[in-house]
Structures are given as C-alpha cells and as structure tokens.
C-alpha cells in the first residue's frame, strides 16, 4: 500500500505562508492526478487545488490567487503554495493522489492561521 508523506504544516500569523509537500514513494507519479484536500475544525472535507498530469491546475475560489499548486515529476513530489494565509484557511492539509482505479491518501498537515 502506497503511504503519502504531506509536510510543512505548522502555526503562523494571518498574512504569512506556508508551503506544503508531499512525497509519492514508489509510484509512477508522473502519470497521477494530484489533489490538495482539506478538512477544516468542524467541518467537511474540500477539495482546494489539484494538478494533472499535464500540469494543467485549478483551484477553489477561496484560494486562487494566494495558492499555487506544483509538482516535480523528478523528485515524486507536490507542493501547495500557501501566501497571504486567512484564519479561515486552518485545517488539516491533505494530499491525494490518483490514477483511473488507483488512488492514495496521506495522513495529513496541520496549518493554523493565528493571531
């Protein structure tokens, strides 16, 4: 079973940035989608910015414009940009990745945007 590894979580003011990874092992990670989730205190999961495999991306209207998704292919790594951060942007971060029948979670990143 494929286990992501999501890092660069942490505590920070409104108005700082954060980036987050997230390591792939073992797959071909090229060919993948990758999805950032996040599932805030008390609340559902949503989706906030995915990448395809021909890097075309998108994201939530909350985000676009302080977000910014990226991928190397070379290291079986995604990266979530995170700037201008609301306190309304704390969550657990999660990165999911998949391909037709084939799809893999991690277990997540704490962010929390504090004053």
């Known amino acids: 079973q494929v286990q992501l590894v999501e890092s660069g979580g942490g505590l920070v003011q409104p108005g700082e940035s954060l980036r987050l990874s997230c390591v792939a092992p073992?797959?071909?990670?090229?060919?993948?989608?990758v999805n950032w989730y996040r599932r805030p205190p008390g609340r559902e999961r949503e989706i906030v910015a995915t990448i395809g495999s021909d890097n075309m991306t998108t994201y939530i209207d909350s985000v676009k414009g302080r977000f910014t998704i990226s991928r190397d292919n070379t290291k079986n790594t995604a990266y979530l940009q995170m700037d201008s951060l609301k306190p309304e942007d704390t969550a657990v971060y999660l990165c999911?990745?998949?391909?037709?029948?084939?799809?893999?979670w991690g277990r997540g990143t704490q962010v929390s945007v504090s004053s």
């Open positions: 073992g797959i071909a990670f090229k060919i993948y989608t």
């Open positions: 999911n990745v998949n391909y037709m029948r084939l799809n893999y």
